[in-house]
């Protein structure tokens, strides 16, 4: 089941904060975060596991509510190479594993 | 991490054709990933690729249109077969590293198909 990510797309200008949405119907393991600029390969910036443990990039936070079965990336003092398009992956618990991708959400940061 | 290298790059083939994609790891890995990517749109997986055995399909991809190789830890080929137009896409391979097999991705096969 594709997990739903919003906003779908954000401008901004420099120096100011997003926060990017994902949520699952189904009960989560793990939730992994990448960035994808235009021409380019996703780019891994961070995983979250359930259980609370947090591994990834140290200027971008995020956040993992099991219980809700969502993660919220924060993207704080944006800066113009945040630009791109940011996809959740979600791995299912008892599931296989196999991320299964959101839509993504295109951010584009302006000076 | 991993540092994964694809080849090639970029083609533009005739309706009809085959084409090979090759994807290179530099270290042994347990989990290799095909996925498409239409333009705009998300990452959708093909099938996982398997050291020994046959490639794991998703749903909607079949293995005559898609045969995948995995001879080594290191290695696998993606065939995308008898093209149409509709298979234009960038095609990336991924692979998964440590014990959360957080997934890095290939640099991408950008296919065109005339």
């Known amino acids: 089941q594709q997990p739903v990510q919003s906003p779908q797309a954000v401008i901004l200008r420099e120096g100011e904060d997003a926060v990017i949405n994902c949520s699952s119907s189904?009960?989560?393991?793990?939730v992994h975060w990448y960035r994808q600029k235009h021409g380019e390969a996703p780019v891994f910036l961070m995983i979250l596991l359930k259980g609370g443990e947090q591994k990834g990039h140290e200027k971008i936070s995020a956040s993992f509510n099991e219980k809700k079965q969502q993660s919220s990336l924060y993207l704080t003092a944006s800066q113009l190479s945040y630009s791109g398009t940011y996809f959740c992956?979600?791995?299912?618990?008892?599931?296989?594993?196999?991320?299964?991708f959101g839509k993504g959400m295109k951010l584009t940061v302006n000076p | 991490s991993a540092v994964i290298s694809q080849k090639p790059s970029r083609d533009i083939c005739q309706r009809g054709t085959s084409l090979t994609i090759q994807c290179q790891v530099d270290s042994q890995v347990t989990m290799m990933f095909w996925y498409r990517q239409q333009p705009g749109q998300s990452l959708t997986l093909i099938a996982t690729?398997?050291?020994?055995?046959?490639?794991?399909?998703e749903s909607g991809f079949v293995i005559d249109k898609f045969p995948i190789s995995r001879p080594n830890l290191t290695f696998s080929t993606l065939t995308v077969s008898n093209m149409s137009p509709e298979d234009s896409s960038i095609y990336l391979c991924?692979?998964?590293?440590?014990?959360?097999?957080?997934?890095?991705f290939g640099p991408g096969t950008r296919l065109t198909v005339l």
């Open positions: 690729a398997n050291q020994g055995s046959e490639a794991t399909y």
């Open positions: 991924s692979v998964g590293v440590g014990a959360t097999d957080t997934q890095y």
């Open positions: 992956g979600t791995l299912s618990q008892g599931g296989s594993e196999k991320l299964v």
């Open positions: 189904k009960a989560l393991y793990s």
